[in-house]
């Protein structure tokens, strides 16, 4: 390398002496407050656990998060870029079980350490707002919700089936559960248990959270998908048959409801089933020891199949019970089976049997030899029909008065029987399931209940009176790893008095699950020391929606409808006017190395703290940029930064070296461009046009970086008549500083420091964006390509501003396609204005 030594960029010099003056002046990232009568925008990215560890994953996403707050700051927002922890969880349990750390100061510690690599990576963050979820003056307010939704009959109590993951020792929620295994231990199976837990009733508000979908278009459609289908709105109608015994005995149980989608196929069901837990079966197996047996080896099968996740993959199969129901709608007959198949807590955990037309139905009724009755034909008579037909494009048959109808027409009017003559009617159903938040850890926030020993209020637990709240977690514990929560071997904890009796009471042990602290964090960020509420209302009123949300697509399910549910309470709480949290959302790829998503398990991770002490925070930022589209995976290249890491030794070589005569142009007016100073502005002022627009629309910051390396490329190769004076100051000053403002918001340590080179007032952060100029930014001459009959021939130049006809012209002059029409006939000349011209020749 020619380069001289004394000319080097040395990012680890530059770097920490900004580092330095940032720290000194908190105001620099800090939000103001609403009076100051500008614009807000809050972009946020998903706080990160504290795991000790920055790992690339995260440093793609704040790079993404910080580079937009920087622009956005650029063009005079009052930005809000704030930074937490989600801080409670199990790792610091079992970190507390392996090196006898309590949780606590484990996760202090490092919070402390990844905070330090937040702010060598230069990341933007307004520190002053940061939320420790861990900490009672945040969890505090989780239980201050809790009660104030227990007020409001949106927490409850139930014995249920909950997912247990052995190695936890604790309950899982169904989207914890991978293939039957646990999320965080992937090879260790599910198992069920039946426990009594704490619900938050998410389902109060399912049709709420699916019609807010529709208005939420700053969202990937990916994510709305897959929020509509955890939902899973059905419409259908429930429908009683009756028991045929009861009529003869007076029996306490004299109906089986069940729920359809296709009443309309009602008259076509040849027998009732019942999930094997379903009360009746209990009923039926009381009498006959050999049904009891086969039930049981079903609910077995049942639970093997949850364990193993492929429910739906379950060999299906049944016994009949020797009872029978009667069809409300014809008095028919049907008999009453039990199969492994039917779920007790999907709809009624009945159903009704069509063969005819339901895929499943009809592979059970070929299997038992059961009666196929076809109720439904195409509109068209002529066609014929393969049954199973499952198509609701059809008319009624063998349906009474209903023969005739469409199906559509028949659902209709067959509730309209059901509700006429109570034996039904229509009836949505949801997917969505209660949120079960009760788990048996120790690092969460406690739940705030009593339980008085002398029952004052009877059974019912008895909340902690809002005074006493927060209730705080013990410090000292010991952690071990048998089951049950940790809190109930600690009796300064357990034991309490009753708060409406004065005896004495025993506190609620379980702890919540940590997804209600990443439910509502971002509400804090604003007024987070705010110790008479969780927040205020009139500075949520001006921060929310957050305008840009951003982190992995893994959170579409999860944090993303908990936190919505968690907005639509607070709106009903009267907290805030907001109905979604999020206004657009930004899900960006993973990184990936030798083929894998970087795990420590893959031995595939690459350090942060390496990547910055070999080429600086900012060549591993903009790599991270510029390696691929954000939303797309990345595939991490260690070469890749090396490039990214030369090309930034340029910029710094070019901008040191021309920063004299730069600075001499400062405020001097130019003169009308031409020669190399006009090719060299509109080559800036075409990239200020593509990256504005790429940071206003599709986010493809790689290409933002490319072009900013080709302007740089431009720069380079007309160094010889830069150096020559053959651009005034004045335009080299633009050309500079304007190259640097591009570059702050992607490598801000760099450009802070060319800023200081070049002169610039003030930081980089509040200095306006560059505006592109239109008229520089215009090229004289456009390269358009020539094809003959299809085939590129070659590129011809014409004016920018050519019509349709000086481009046809150009084409047939240029000697390459006469060369191809000669002697032959040009039938037809397509052309495409600045794009393509296409002549067809014979
Ligand atoms: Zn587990
Ligand atoms: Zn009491």
Known sequence: MAEDNELRYDPSTIEPKWQKRWA?????????????????????????????????????????GDALARYMWMHGYNVLHPMGWDAFGLPAENAALKNHTPPREWTLNNIAGMKRQFERLGMGFDWATEVTTCMPDYYGWN??????????????RKKSKVNWCPECATVLANEQVIDGCCWRHENTPVEQRDLVQWFFRITAYAQDLLDGLDKLDGWPEKVRTMQRNWIGRSEGTEVDFFLEEAKKKGAAKTRIRVFTTRVDTIFGATSVQLAPQHVLVAEFTAANPDLKVQVEEMIEQQKRAREAGDLGAIEKHGVPTGHFAVNPYNGQRVPIWVANYILADYGTGAIMSVPAHDERDFEFAVKYNLPIVQVIHPEDKTLAVLLPFVSEEGVLLNSGEFDGLTCAEAQAKMQERAIAEKFGGPKVTFRLKDWGVSRQRYWGTPIPMVYCLSHCVGDRPVPVPYDQLPV??????????????????????????????????????DTMD???????????????????APFDSAVAKYWFPIDQYIGGVEHAILHLIYSRFWTKVMRDLGLIENDEPVRRLFTQGMVIKDGAKMSKSKGNVVSPDEMVARFGADSARLYALFAAPPDRDLDWQEDGVAGVSRFLARVWRLVTKHAPIARAGRGQPADAPSGISLKLLRKLHQ???????????????????????ELVNDLQAADAQLA???????????????????????????????????GGEGTVLR????????????????????????????????????????????????????????????????????????????
Not at 29 to 39: D, F, T
Not at 143 to 156: A, G, I, K, P, T
Not at 687 to 707: G, P, Q, Y
């Open 472 to 509: 705080l977690l013990p410090e000292q514990i010991e952690i071990t790893q048998q089951g049950g929560s940790p809190l109930s071997r600690v009796p300064e904890f357990l034991n309490t008095t009753c708060p409406k009796c004065g005896g004495p009471a025993k506190r609620e042990t």
């Open 24 to 64: 000194a002046d908190p105001k620099l990232y800090a939000a103001e407050p609403a009076s100051c009568g500008k614009l807000k925008y809050y972009v946020l990215e998903m706080l990160p656990y504290p795991s000790g560890q920055l790992h690339m994953g995260h440093v793609r996403n704040y790079s993404i």
């Open 687 to 709: 990239s200020i046009a593509k990256i504005t627009l790429d940071f206003e629309t599709r986010w493809h910051f790689n290409t933002c970086v490319a072009a900013i390396m």
């Open 143 to 156: 239980q201050w919700f809790f009660l104030r939704m227990h007020e409001r009959d949106l927490v409850y």
């Open 767 to 842: 200095a306006p964006w560059p505006k592109s100029d239109p008229g520089l930014a215009k090229e004289d001459e456009l390269e358009i390509p020539v094809q003959v009959n299809g085939k590129l021939v070659t590129v011809i130049r014409v004016a920018a501003d050519a019509d349709a006809k000086a481009i046809e012209a150009a084409a047939l002059a240029d000697e390459k396609v006469q060369s191809r029409t000669t002697g032959k006939t040009v039938a037809k000349v397509i052309v495409v204005p600045a794009k393509l011209v296409n002549l067809v020749v014979r």
């Open 724 to 758: 020559a004076g053959e651009v005034s100051p004045a335009v080299m000053h633009e050309l500079l500083h304007s190259l640097v403002l591009l570059l702050a918001p992607f490598a801000p340590y760099l450009a802070a420091e060319l800023w200081e080179e070049l």
């Open 514 to 532: 940590t997804f209600v602290d990443s439910s509502w964090y971002f509400y804090r960020y604003p007024d987070a020391k705010n110790a008479n």
